[in-house]
């Protein structure tokens, strides 16, 4: 599970900004944002990188 939708809100950056960014489309932004589908792990250290935050800030460490 991935918390990159939280990031997102906390920046106060939108998910089509992001997904413009890393030259995704919205529904697969959108689909990382709500845990249908989880991101390469190069895909998450660019978000990281574009975020501006550690990786490790984006994974949620709970296994609920």
Not at 21 to 42: A, H, I, T, W
Request: include cysteine; proline fraction near 2%; glycine fraction near 4%.
């Amino acid at each position: 599970m991935n918390r990159i939708k939280e990031v997102l809100n906390d920046k106060g950056v939108k998910q089509t900004w992001l997904a413009d960014k890393l030259g995704k489309s919205f529904n697969m932004v959108n689909d990382y944002c709500n845990n249908k589908r989880q991101p390469k792990l190069e895909v998450l250290f660019e978000i990281a990188k574009l975020l501006n935050v550690e990786v490790k800030d984006l994974i949620n460490e709970d296994k609920k």
